[in-house]
């Protein structure tokens, strides 16, 4: 592939138009030189930038136009981030295999094959002209710096040394090409196509239950008896974890559908009227699969215009998460059904044809390229239908299936949304900004002025035919999506009477919103974390912003005390276990005996009665585990799916649950309950992706241990899961199947307007690479929940100060 990027013209009086990086230590008065170092000509830069970096290495950025700060924002995150911008570069545009192998050939034609297809010159250019002119400088600032490492190659990552490659050179139109967003419930319409041919619909609900309560139908035409994983094809590829076989440990099954059911988020943001200091409190702390690197860069973008500071993804320019100087802003998971399959007829003897509207139509075809190291170039195929992308065929039964997606769609630049939402000044603009916005995102809002708002944005199909989204469809035309719905068709809220508002992943459509209309989605993430949210925030009257770091931290488990109350008293061989648990207060903490014993024994519970409630010929077709509300209200009220008897067959197996679970916390932890832990199962550590390489493993020590406990689990506010479902063969290499595997790493709570009062975290750290000191200076005060200062006046930029930097511009050398 070859890479375009563009740069802005430069001035080349500085220095005799050669750059220079200079570093130098702070005093009280910062020192304007440093120790000599190689002079690189940083191309693109318009003027020199100031970069003052503080204790936990987040680069406060000077500049004297938006475009330098971008540049420089781009320029940093490739200093500290380099192999995981170029890693996730590469694996969105189709560019693994050159590095990894042959392996890695299907995840490179997935992602080719969902690449935007049409003028990407033509989207680019219709991008308001400030976001046009932000990503065009944050791709030059990384192209500078990957240049400057060409002349000083002792600055490359260790990882692309060990493994013997260079990163690629950043071209600013793939950030319009970039596109592939998948969700992951397009599994869950061949599920419900694979249980309704066995009549067995009704087993859905045991997994995801449908919110707002709908009725599956079947659409018409469709042969539900045909469908099958394979149909999910080249989207399933998409989706499936890379195989990082020979280069990573044992995947713990259905590792990335794991994942996908826990990542989410908490925001909330409090009014005036409820504050104790008469400002809005925003907070903040999204959810995510824990690894080192983690997932947040922290930067600070200031230049006439523009001053904006907090969590940004290594690879999207500008900050996700964070306040500029008119408002702060959060986000969590939305819900929206973003994906559909389509099953198409094929001709009996032209497979690449099919029939759409009442005639057989030519799919359309590219060919592409994939370089595979070590091995020939493989030349593969991609097919579209009218749709979208063609996922799998199957000439023999005459079908394939294609996929609709809402940001395949033109216009939905998701990437570089950021931009307009930093540059935003108040309500209407930042409304305005979100209309770029294409997943799907409760968005928070609080600015000086006082006004809180929630507004829910991301792509909205437009379908047809009465479809819901929740089988696959025909692709014969009749069901086909009609474009993207407005911004204004999502629910929004501005200053709620109510005087809070607060997102948890749960369902928030409105009472009176016309859901069956527009189908945003019926699959939303149980409410256990939002009502704790609420209860805390309904309860408070002059809110502070160290009751919502304590609230982003709050361990209470109203799911476990609820599942406790069911556990009859008897037997009395267990009856010191049982009082243990009876006398729990709910919070899951590290240092809780009980909180190990419940964990422990709720795993057991849901495969107990998975068991019990799923026949055995709809195991590979309904996946473990049950849906938390779904088991608990079963436990509440059993029915005769388990018996005539039911509250003795469910007495049952709570006790029988609790005896495996004792006997397993006995063998983990020791005889003694008294010395019991939570923390001592539930430990945090992170190792790098390609850990199970040698030489990798050896260059970058593992994040965190046995010594890093940790309380929560899923259904806390402070969100802290792990994964129980681990393959035979990593037990038996010791993995720990309680351990943390995604939480909150980045954290922030904001003082709306005074600014410099706000807090945040960004576990591991802000730096990728083990001779750094900001490597995992975080992992401390993040298992301590000891928020630092998020700076942002000059006066305490300047205070908390350790390194100065000046980015200068001038000519590249040849």
């Known amino acids: 592939m070859t890479h375009h990027a563009t740069v802005f013209s430069r001035r080349h009086a500085l220095l005799g138009g050669v750059a220079a990086c200079l570093f130098a230590n702070l005093s009280r008065k910062p020192a304007h030189a440093g120790p ?100 065009t400088a944050y791709v030059a600032g990384i192209n500078a710096y990957l240049k400057e490492i060409q002349q000083t190659p002792e600055k490359l990552s260790e990882e692309f040394r060990i493994f013997s490659y260079n990163p690629l050179r950043w071209d600013v139109l793939d950030l319009v090409r970039m596109r592939a967003e998948a969700t992951g419930n397009t599994k869950g319409e061949v599920r419900r196509a694979q249980l309704a041919a066995k009549n067995a619909l009704a087993y859905d609900a045991l997994i995801q239950p449908l919110r707002p309560a709908h009725i599956l139908k079947v659409p018409d035409g469709l042969d539900v008896h045909a469908v099958s994983e394979q149909d999910l094809g080249w989207f399933g590829v998409l989706q499936a974890a890379l195989p990082l076989a020979g280069v990573h440990d044992v ?3 259905h590792e990335e559908d794991h994942r996908r059911a826990n990542e989410g988020s908490n925001a909330w943001i409090i009014a ?16 995510l699969g824990f690894g080192s690197p983690g997932p947040r860069h922290v930067i600070h973008l200031t230049a006439p215009g523009l001053n904006v500071i907090g969590g940004g993804t290594p690879g999207m320019p500008g900050v996700m998460q964070g306040h500029n100087e008119h408002f702060a802003f959060g986000r969590t998971n939305f819900h929206i059904d973003q994906e559909d399959l389509f099953v198409l007829r094929t001709h009996p003897h032209h497979p690449d044809r099919y029939f759409h509207k009442g005639q057989w139509v030519e799919m359309e075809q590219e060919t592409t390229t994939i370089a595979v190291r070590g091995e020939a170039a493989r030349t593969v195929t991609l097919r579209y239908a009218a749709q979208g992308p063609v996922v799998s065929t199957d000439p023999a039964r005459q079908r394939a299936v294609s996929v609709a997606a809402t940001w395949l769609y033109p216009g939905a630049n998701g990437m570089l949304a950021n931009i307009g939402i930093n540059l935003a000044q108040d309500w209407a603009s930042f409304r305005q900004a979100l209309k770029l916005h294409t997943s799907p995102t409760n968005f928070t809002y609080a600015d000086t002025a006082g006004n809180i708002g929630w507004q829910a944005a991301g792509g909205l199909p437009h379908r047809s035919g009465g479809h819901d989204g929740l089988l696959p469809a025909p692709g014969d035309g009749q069901y086909d999506w009609q474009g ?30 016309p859901y069956e209309e527009r189908c945003v989605s019926y699959e939303w993430k149980d409410p256990y974390r939002y009502q704790r949210v609420a209860e805390v925030l309904q309860e408070t009257n002059r809110a502070t912003l160290a009751q919502s770091v304590a609230l982003q931290h709050d361990t209470l488990s109203h799911l476990a005390l609820a599942v406790v109350a069911c556990l009859p008293d008897q037997p009395a061989s267990l009856a010191a276990e049982v009082a243990l648990l009876k006398q729990w207060d709910g919070h899951v903490d590290a240092s809780s005996a009980a909180a190990a ?57 709570l006790v029988t649950a609790l005896q495996q679970a004792v006997e397993e916390v006995r063998d983990r932890l020791g ?94 750290g802000q730096a990728a690479q083990p001779q750094n000191r900001h490597y995992d200076d975080f992992l401390a005060p993040w298992l301590k929940g000891a928020m630092q200062p998020l700076v942002f006046s000059p006066h305490a930029v300047q205070a908390a100060a350790r390194r100065r930097q000046v980015l200068y511009p001038g000519q590249a050398t040849p």
């Open 597 to 653: 014993l419940y964990e422990v024994w709720w795993s057991k519970l849901n495969v107990l009665f998975y068991q019990a409630l799923v026949p055995e010929d709809l195991r590979g077709i309904v996946p473990q585990p049950l849906n938390a509300s779904v088991l608990l209200a079963f436990l509440q009220a059993p029915d005769s799916r388990i018996g005539s008897h039911p509250e003795s067959a469910r007495d049952a197996l």
């Open 36 to 135: 000599s170092a190689r002079m690189t000509g940083l191309e693109g830069l318009q003027a020199s930038v100031d970069i003052f970096e503080d204790r936990w290495g987040v680069p406060h950025v000077q500049a004297g136009s938006i475009a330098d700060a971008f540049f420089a924002n781009g320029y940093l995150v490739a200093r500290d981030r380099l192999w995981q911008l170029d890693f996730e570069y590469r694996r969105a545009i189709g560019r693994l295999a050159e590095v990894y192998g042959a392996k890695f050939v299907p995840s490179d034609t997935a992602n080719r094959l969902f690449l935007f297809r049409g003028d990407a010159g033509a989207e680019f250019a219709a991008l308001p002209q400030t976001v046009q002119t932000c990503a």
């Open 484 to 513: 993207l719905q407005p911004l204004d068709a999502l629910p929004s809220s501005f200053n709620p009477t109510v005087g809070w508002f607060g997102t948890s992943n749960e369902l928030n459509l409105p009472a009176d919103y």
């Open 272 to 287: 005036p009227s409820r504050t104790a200091t008469g400002r809005p409190i925003l907070a903040n702390d999204p959810h």
């Open 251 to 253: 995947k713990a099954k």
């Open 671 to 764: 005889p003694v309950m008294a010395a019991w832990r939570w923390g001592a199962l539930h430990t945090v550590q992170m190792r790098h992706p390609l850990h199970a390489s040698y030489a990798v493993a050896k260059a970058f020590p593992p994040v965190g241990g046995e010594t890093a406990q940790s309380g929560g689990d899923a259904y806390t506010v402070m969100a802290r899961w792990y994964n129980p479902d681990l393959s035979a063969k990593a037990l038996a290499q010791g993995r720990n199947p309680y351990a943390v595997t995604g939480g909150a790493s980045y954290l922030m709570v904001c003082d709306v307007g005074a600014w410099d009062q706000s807090v945040f975290l960004n576990f591991p």
